[in-house]
C-alpha cells in the first residue's frame, strides 16, 4: 500500500524532509513507524509520539489503507 507522510520538528530532521510517499505491507502506524524509524533513524520511542490519519489522531493499532496521509506528532517544547 501507499501512504503519505508528513514528518515535523526532529523527525523531519532525521528524515531529512517534510513529507515522503511511501509504499509499504505496514498494515497499522505502529509497524509503519517501526519501518521508518529503521530507515531514519527515528530516536523517538512510540510511545512519546502520537500519530494522526487522514487529519484525526489514530491509535497505533488503526488499520491503515491504501492512500492514507499519515502524520507522526513528537513532543514539541515551547515557552
Known amino acids: 500500500m501507499k501512504y503519505r507522510l508528513l514528518y515535523f520538528a526532529s523527525l523531519a530532521d532525521a ?3 517534510t513529507e ?10 505502529g509497524a509503519l513507524y517501526a519501518q521508518l524509524r529503521e ?4 530516536r523517538f520511542d512510540p510511545a512519546r509520539l502520537r500519530v494522526a ?6 491509535d497505533w493499532s488503526q488499520t491503515l489503507r491504501d492512500g ?12
Open 15 to 17: 528524515a531529512g524532509r
Open 20 to 29: 515522503e510517499a511511501v509504499v509499504s505491507d505496514a498494515g497499522d502506524p
Open 39 to 42: 530507515r531514519h533513524g527515528f
Open 53 to 58: 490519519v487522514n487529519g484525526a489522531l489514530a
Open 68 to 79: 492514507d496521509e499519515v502524520v507522526f506528532l513528537p513532543p514539541v517544547s515551547g515557552g
